[in-house]
């Protein structure tokens, strides 16, 4: 089977960590081709040594863009003009495509990305679209023109939608017996879990942005060193340098005297490491579209505090269904991180890690959702060829 992927993310954040995996796993039964803005990035370049063919076209998210000030007004709204204009030319270089290497699957690995849909129904190719967001509830992004004609896009005969939980599921409305629900490989099949002595330190990864709840961490560390000084906060994630949010999180650590408990690591490879030495690690991400990271810290030993709602809930609900207890530590409000963090440093919650692996094992290996992924595209592509009879 020929399948083409399309992305916008050419960095090594979890959506790309994740289709990487699935080519992994996929590509020694299937001729793998991608389309990405760049191959330039870590994901392009790590895609080039294991042998995948890539196509390089700029073109970005089909969202509005957003701005806090004039400046940023007339900035993005250039962008999103030139956006519009890339899209225009990546459409034909998807048609270029198309007809050049005659895929059977084309399946985009974001939401908001919509250059291939109509080239596709035209060819009679199935298209599968990995829905990996709610947009507006997780990063403010509202599609461009509506929610309401991405709802309609989404639902094209033809177009076929994996999301990435139930909840992402249910908030697109999605369609049952066509749609199906398929969770992130965050782990490599053949990867070990991690187990090193617990460090005094509590971990933050992620990008650092509103979005993720990086301020509310500091501010839950804040008031759990008051009784514990000799813990520290590690941040591991990278920012957009034009983003105040990063400006509001410094002020505060320098509101509160943290500069020496507190420090911001960047982009990091040694996450996994980080995550087994981490005597916890925090998730007060607004809503999770599934919790790429919570999956990783489980299986690398590492208690997840984490907020009550999405994908980060949904995991934890998974791991209490079956295994009769929590999995992780979850609040729903902010205020009850402190006390989280205080349990973490007086209780054994070594039976909570064990429960954790064992679910992320079950559910979240790479091996399993390729083979859930093949499995959609076997029945997809029979489907397509009645129709076109």
């Not at 709610?134 to 991405?150: A, E, G, L, R, V």
Request: glycine share 6%; with cysteine; charged share 25%.
């Amino acid at each position: 089977m020929k399948i083409l992927y399309i992305t916008t993310d050419i960095g090594w954040g979890g959506s790309s960590v994740a289709l990487y995996n699935i080519i992994t796993e996929l590509k020694d039964r299937h001729q793998i081709f991608v389309l990405l803005p760049s191959d330039k990035g870590r994901f392009g370049q790590e895609l080039k040594k294991i042998g995948v063919t890539c196509f390089e076209k700029p073109f970005g998210l089909n969202v509005y863009p957003r701005f806090h000030n004039f400046v940023e007004f007339c900035k993005h709204n250039w962008w999103f003009i030139r956006g519009l204009y890339r899209k225009y030319k990546a459409k034909k270089c998807v048609e270029s495509i198309l007809d050049t290497i005659q895929p059977d699957i084309v399946h985009v690995n974001v939401g908001p990305v919509d250059i291939s849909l109509d080239a596709c129904i035209k060819r009679n190719i199935p298209h599968v679209w990995h829905l990996r967001e709610y947009q507006d509830k997780d990063f403010s992004m509202h599609y461009f023109p509506s929610k309401k004609y991405f709802r309609r896009r989404i639902a094209t005969k033809g177009n076929y939608c994996i999301s990435i939980s139930n909840d992402i599921f249910n908030h697109w409305h999605l369609r049952m017996g066509i749609d199906r629900v398929i969770y992130d490989g965050v782990i490599p099949s053949a990867q070990i879990p991690l187990n090193y002595k617990k460090e005094k330190y509590f971990l933050f990864v992620g990008r650092i942005q509103k979005a993720k709840g990086v301020l509310e961490a500091l501010i839950a560390f804040h008031d759990f060193s008051l009784f514990n000084n000799e813990y520290k906060m590690l941040i591991a994630g990278n920012w957009d340098s034009s983003n105040q949010y990063k400006s509001i999180c410094d002020d505060y650590i320098l509101q509160h005297n943290m500069e020496g408990s507190v420090t911001f690591l960047g982009q990091r490879t040694d996450v996994h490491e980080l995550m087994a030495k981490a005597s916890a690690i925090l998730v007060p991400s607004h809503f999770e579209g599934f919790g790429f990271i919570t999956a990783e810290a489980m299986y690398n030993n590492c208690i997840v505090i984490g907020r009550n709602t999405g994908g980060t809930k949904e995991q934890f609900d998974i791991g209490l269904n079956e295994t009769g207890d929590e999995i992780g530590l979850r609040f729903n409000r902010n205020e009850e991180i402190p006390v989280l963090m205080q349990r973490v440093v007086n209780e054994d919650l070594s039976k909570m890690r064990e429960l954790a692996i064992q679910t992320v094992c079950k559910h979240y290996l790479s091996s399993i959702c390729a083979k859930q992924v093949e499995f959609f595209y076997n029945d997809i592509v029979p489907k397509i060829n009645k129709d076109a009879k």
